[in-house]
């Protein structure tokens, strides 16, 4: 019954009108420019909205530090432009991750959904963190052992929250969505995912001056 209910809304999401980037009348250059996006110019939106919504994520977050006291000013942009770089680094390997997965396995049936999720959170998650911590503890000016040391005390944490938020998500994703909708449905979950990520790199951080703005407050005057 679930398969059947399941195969009728696909069917919805898949006719050609779904399937196909829209076609729709040059005289209108809004309708130009959304079929360019997601058609000619599919590998550069992928990119750029990767590299947006990561920088959308960080700003979220340090605004959440900022207000917490956790962090000593509203916006530190050398931080967001970290992340920024990262983000953008991340769209390319998620426009050809999709792609191959995609013609890989093409039908869109439950087992199929199950092995792209499978190659997902097995092969394309650890990179994507393993490249995120690497990347922007390299451009904070850390080494390699450092970023190492890094991982290897919150790479549990982060893919435990991964496994919970992505297996759903990449089921939408994969069973309903056409391929070259796919990046930027996931660019949007990730935006919030993203917030996670740069609360998890910057923690120590934050911890320690909300520790000392608490300890000036508490000072006797």
Known sequence: MLQRLLLQVRSMCTKDKWRQVPKIS??????QYFNKAFGEYLFITNTVTSGGLMAIGDLIQQEIEYRSHSLPERYDWARWTRLTIVGIAMGPLHHYFYKYLDSYLPRRNLFSVAKKILM????????????FFYGVGMMEGKAFK??????????????????????????INFYFLPVQYQVLYINFVTMLYN???????????????????????????
């Open 120 to 131: 997902d959170q097995l092969v394309m998650s650890p990179i994507c963190i393993s490249l």
């Open 146 to 171: 450092e970023c190492t040391k890094e991982i290897n005390s919150k790479f549990v944490e982060v893919y435990m929250i991964d496994w919970s938020v992505w297996p759903p998500t990449q089921f």
């Open 195 to 221: 917030v996670f990520l740069s609360y998890m790199k910057h923690r120590e951080t934050a911890e320690e001056h909300r520790s000392g703005v608490s300890k000036l407050y508490a000072a006797p005057l």
């Open 26 to 31: 040059p005289s209108v250059k809004g309708s």
